[in-house]
């Protein structure tokens, strides 16, 4: 069975520190992961997703990810994080045509 | 730009007062979703439809309805809203040939419940 979990519930930061949020994953089938963004009282923004391919994955707003298929983690980076950046994370694994959310972190940003 | 709306984006309703919530989309997308999203967790998957099947969660309360009537829209019933169905709403679609089925979310509708 699919599972997300994401350890950290709450990541506080200074500004331009550097950044990484942790998912781990369970699947049983081909793995396609995502990394969501919610800023309050908005939708899901998509950060970045892996489907195949180059394990580094590139997303908006200086994101990035990498799937490490032996470990089963896929970890969110930012080399320099910004106050904007305060929002919460989810990691997502899909299962046939669902997505399995972990349980998100929250990433607070300090001046 | 191609996008999922939902509408309103904040709504009041009285214990027991049906409530409408709609969402639509201009993606052309097959399959559209609705989440409840309560403060600080996951969003929570209600049911989806997978063109006009729909398929229900199991543990979704028989209080929750949902209505597509064509490919762009997509509604959510609330029967009798109870006090803890306030929430957030979010509507979400995909493609069927879009591998992993990437989601892409609307704005969200949050319910108030008095």
């Known amino acids: 069975a699919q599972s997300v979990t994401q350890l950290d519930s709450q990541v506080p930061v200074f500004e331009e520190a550097p950044v990484e949020l942790r998912c781990n994953y369970s699947?049983?089938?081909?793995?396609?992961l995502f990394w969501y963004v919610q800023y309050p009282n908005q939708g899901l923004q998509l950060l970045l997703k892996?489907?195949?391919?180059?394990?580094l994955v590139k997303g908006i707003n200086g994101f990035e990810a990498e799937f490490n298929k032996s470990q089963t983690s896929f970890h969110l980076r930012k080399p320099s994080v910004h106050i904007s950046d305060t929002a919460e994370y989810f990691c997502?694994?899909?299962?046939?045509?669902?997505?399995?959310f972990g349980t998100g972190t929250r990433l607070q940003v300090f001046p | 730009d191609a996008m999922v709306i939902q509408n309103p984006r904040y709504q009041v309703t009285q214990f027991g007062k049906p409530v409408t919530l709609s969402c639509s989309q201009t993606?052309?997308?097959?399959?559209m979703y609705w989440y409840q999203q309560k403060s600080s967790q996951a969003p929570k998957l209600l049911f989806h439809?997978?063109?006009?099947?729909?398929?229900n969660e199991a543990d979704t309360p028989d209080n929750f309805q949902s209505r597509r009537p064509n490919t762009s829209f997509c509604f959510l019933d609330i029967r009798s809203p109870g006090l803890g169905d306030a929430a957030m709403y979010l509507c979400?679609?995909?493609?069927?040939?879009?591998?992993?089925?990437?989601?892409?979310f609307g704005p969200g509708t949050r319910l108030t419940v008095t």
């Open positions: 979400a679609t995909s493609r069927v040939r879009d591998r992993g089925y990437e989601q892409y």
């Open positions: 699947s049983s089938v081909s793995v396609y």
């Open positions: 892996y489907l195949s391919g180059s394990t």
């Open positions: 997502a694994v899909s299962f046939t045509d669902k997505l399995i």
């Open positions: 993606l052309n997308h097959n399959v």
């Open positions: 439809y997978y063109d006009k099947d729909f398929n």
